[in-house]
């Protein structure tokens, strides 16, 4: 019969973890709580991602095998411990090791103390002292909301006036108390790499690395995004790169999360920019990223929930998966408007035959089935991944996809992949 496992969320990340966990030869059941409608119903738990009670009860009642949780706030409220208190194995961070993520001030504490590479900063939890440091601090700066604000928390700007009216909408509470507590940051310079590692508190894998491409316009122009497409592997990203960012970035951060009695297991995501002076540390994510999900998991071969669970029991297996020659890109498809605001509902069309195309994948990430069709429901609404040999075969077949998928005011990057 196989196991069943649990995947929570609703994005395209959780229909990749789902789409990729059921290839597993282990697995005889993935339900997604609460999906979407790249989902099969009878497969969909509807309960929010958030509800811990509600997941809680229905766990303690169906006793998945393993529960898989794609996005932060239930870990930052406490699923994962919840869950391990009802004897439950589940794969993701505690609430107080989630903190790395949920708290950019914690996590720059820790990585001073560990020694790791990462921006200057200061924290304030006061507007004036913050609007004060800010007067005569360097161009461009950065102005973060040290809370969760689904990567909308953050500035990057040369212009002054522009970092004072951010501090002060911050401290006004836009972002509620993500908001309360301010950083000013140094700017860094150089591409940027996810590097996303599976762990059990002490031993890693590191997953092939990903390029998330964050604001909303071609050319790396607008606002910031929950992330518009991904790619992998990024050419820069070399093996030894890759045993620096894991000696150097990696095993002391979880050095430092075991010392505070905190020991982090789950997917622990480290945001960098590849400065001239190496390797730094922008964020730490306690998840794994959306869209590098949908780029990094078909790279995957062997057994994901292998690797998944071994590291939820704290015995990591980390040859349980391998990795497939080749290169993947994911494209996303938003509502129009998104970042900001948009309308949704309206109706998807040409899912079936973008799916049937060679090398091409879609996860829907804010879809709904309304009267036996796929609306929109999201602002990101699909994430459309093509596999390749190379990286112009996998953004050749990714984009030929996109072509065939059409919704009213649909809005992608037409770049993704450059810079790769
Ligand atoms: P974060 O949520 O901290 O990852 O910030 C979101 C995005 O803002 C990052 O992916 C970068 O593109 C940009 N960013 C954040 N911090 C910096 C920094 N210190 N220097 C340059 N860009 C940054
Ligand atoms: N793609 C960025 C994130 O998942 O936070």
């Known amino acids: 019969m196989g196991v069943r496992v649990l995947v929570v969320g609703s994005g395209a990340r959780e229909h990749a973890l789902a789409w990729r966990l059921a290839l597993d030869p282990e697995v005889g059941r993935v339900w997604v709580a609460p999906g979407n409608a790249g989902i099969p119903r009878e497969d969909r738990v509807p309960l929010a ?90 161009l461009p700066v950065v102005v973060k909301a040290s809370g969760l604000a689904a990567g909308k928390g953050v500035l ?46 002490e031993r890693v894998r590191l997953l092939p690395p990903a390029r998330d491409y964050k604001r909303a316009l071609d050319g790396g122009r607008g606002p910031n995004t929950g992330g518009m497409g991904a790619c992998s592997p990024p050419s820069d990203a070399s093996e030894a790169l890759l045993g620096q960012v894991e000696a150097a970035i990696l095993r002391p951060v979880l050095k430092a999360m075991r010392a505070r009695g905190t020991p982090f297991t789950g997917v622990l995501y480290a945001g960098l920019k590849l400065t001239p002076e190496g390797p730094k540390v922008l964020e730490f994510n306690a998840r794994f990223g959306d869209p590098e999900a949908q780029a990094v998991l078909p790279r995957l071969s062997g057994s994901l929930y292998r690797l998944l669970a071994s590291a939820a029991r704290g015995a990591l297996e980390p040859e349980a998966v391998g990795v497939r020659p080749g290169a993947a890109l994911t494209v996303v498809m938003a509502s129009g408007g998104y970042p900001g605001s948009y309308r949704t509902g309206f109706p998807v069309e040409g899912l079936a035959e973008a799916a049937a195309l ?39 077949r990714a984009y030929r996809g996109v072509r065939l998928v059409r919704f009213s005011g649909a809005h992608y990057r037409r770049d993704i992949g450059e810079g790769c």
Not at 173 to 192: C, Q, Y
Not at 358 to 379: D, K, M, P, Q, S
Not at 384 to 389: D, K, L, P
Request: cysteine-free; hydrophobic content about 45%.
């Open 156 to 201: 990057v700007t040369d212009d002054r006036a522009e970092a004072q009216a951010f501090v002060r909408a911050l401290f006004s509470g836009r972002f509620g108390e993500a908001g309360r507590t301010v950083l000013i940051e140094e700017f860094l310079k150089g591409p940027e790499l996810s590097v996303l590692a599976v762990t059990d508190g």
């Open 49 to 138: 991602a958030t509800d811990l009670e509600g997941l809680l009860a229905w766990a303690r009642r169906e006793r998945p095998d393993l529960t898989v949780v794609g996005p932060e706030a239930p870990l930052a409220a406490g699923l994962a411990d919840r869950f391990r208190e009802a004897g439950l194995l589940v794969f993701g961070p505690t609430r107080e090791a989630a903190r790395l993520e949920a708290s950019k001030a914690l996590a720059k504490a820790l990585m001073r103390e560990a020694g790791v590479p990462t921006a200057d900063f200061r924290s304030f939890d006061d507007e004036l002292e913050a609007l004060r440091y800010l007067a005569d601090h360097p």
């Open 358 to 396: 060679e090398g091409v994948l879609i996860f829907h990430a804010g879809t709904e089935v309304e009267g036996g069709r796929v609306v929109t429901a999201g602002g990101r609404v699909l994430a459309i991944t093509g596999m390749g040999a190379t990286l112009e075969e996998a953004r050749a």
